[in-house]
């Protein structure tokens, strides 16, 4: 049998543009077999990226078959499920099906084991041949499909003691709660901006790491999970309100401070136009993690220049170490977030 | 006389859509006269952000005339320079006009007074009378026109001691020099990408914070700057490399550094796809700066947790404090930041 050697990078998997890392890359060959430093997984579930998927039922409905049929095209022409429009794409989970001689992961896997990549679909060199289930308020597909990783890309074992699909969920989104742990360490006042599945996982998170040394406080434009948060203990107050509308934002946030900005703004809603809401209620010399791939990076820079605040802007890095087990731990230490999570993935 | 009273963010001045700050507007009302807290400025110089000025040279090629009308189209549209491609404006030199009785600004002015504002022109009012003259190579238009500014926009008395071109050439891009000083400090090792203006001046304030304590690199696409760069001791060593080629630029840095990463990357490039050779060689747990506003933020994102690196991304924030005395100080202290700028500028 020959040889097959493949790029540490993945460089072999990009059609075009030529020199481009798989990411960046427009299209990636996901039709040929595995190369020697591959491990190939047969893919069960894709997790959308929440901006990627919103974004799609935004503009087709909340039709199964026609999200699931966009989702189809796109991996189809790309060779990976990269959103166009939001840029994003989301995470898999699988059983792995082969492993290349020269494959050396960062965690010890056998055949048949059930895993999830860490690394974003944007840059998975995938197949889909079958659909079998659009879950339209998990942003999640069952599919049957092939994906090929190489050992640069962060992956993880599926643990037994989650239901899969929560785990997934939340392991979807973990780069969030690992990088609100050491952003918010030693501050007082906290802000989570949005209180979706990212911002339950950030909210406990601060709260785990601040204990009662500060305050966390929530907003969104429903209260359902502000409300679940609240009772458990996790966020310290809430308010509703549009992220969308800075100057509401900025009042809401007031009247729950006492009229202080925070310390650290942990910016997790799923939509656009949300960067000056994150912005205004910090602090001189705070901080604001942006982990919206709706995030405009100019909107950012210049919105923060033109209202004069010297504040420290970081986008949301989807990768930090040890963030698996530190967003696991956050489901399984806290009830209300394993529930809420449960409840949107079908499995509570 | 009666009472116009202005909003603190500018509110007053947004026309679309309802409720957005001005920046994030899509037409701001430039035809208004004053209101009380605003100063007025009589504009003579325009300072096009380079990401923008770029893309329209890109587009219609080096051609005075027609980048003139580009400009006066946008702002007659939009009441503003926002370039809709780019989402990034610049800045503005001029003379202080008139000062609202409930304008109190950053610093004293009077009338008369040579300014520049520090705000980015994307949420400033402007109007353009006539074009007088486009420097294609300063990323500058000579103009008659008339701009508005409301208490919390940053500005600046222009000093006597510089070229007023020299000096608003600087200050444009103030914001990355002195949040480079912070983020290099106690480092040692330091990657400059981009040797243009920003490049230059962020890589003489990593020299004024290093000293001889830590290495000072710098990456280009030529050599003219970088040569220069090196002659003055500002950088250590450099390397001319396509930066839109994360490969090539990880080669070049290894190549410097004896195969070590680098703590903090400076990208100061002002074309996009640049964010993986800016994350590529820094360092587990280094520091990224995007000071480039053709940085795509899911890019950046997902590109560092694709090649699962833990860093941290930053977006250049165009605000710090102290930000124009210590650009200012680079062009004193540094001969060949000023010449290269006075070259650039044409004040050479």
Redesign the interface.
Known sequence: MSERRGHD?G?HRVLEPE?A????AQRLDAESEAFDNEIVIDVQTLNIDSASFHQIIGELGRDEDKVAERVCSIVAERGKMQNPV????GMLLGTVKAIGKDYKG?VELKVGQRVAS???L??TPLTIDRVIKVHLDADQMDIEGTAYLWP???IVAMPDDLPERVALSALDVC?APAQTARLVAGQKRVLILGAGKSGMLCAASARATLGDQGKVYALDLYDTNLKLLREAGIVDDFRTANAR????VLQAVESMTGGELVDVVINTCNVS?T??SAILPARDRGVVY?FN?A???????????????????????????GHAELTLKMVREFDVVRSRLESLTGEG
Chains 1, 2 share one sequence.
């Open positions: 990078l460089l020199g890392l798989p990411q960046a939001t840029g994003s794409g960062p860490l690394v974003s944007t840059l640069s890309s962060p780069g509308v800075p100057t509401e136009g960067e000056m942006f791939m995030t405009d990076f100019s909107r950012a820079a210049l919105g923060s220049e033109g209202v004069g605040k010297d504040v420290d802007l970081l986008i949301g890095n989807g990768y930090a170490h």
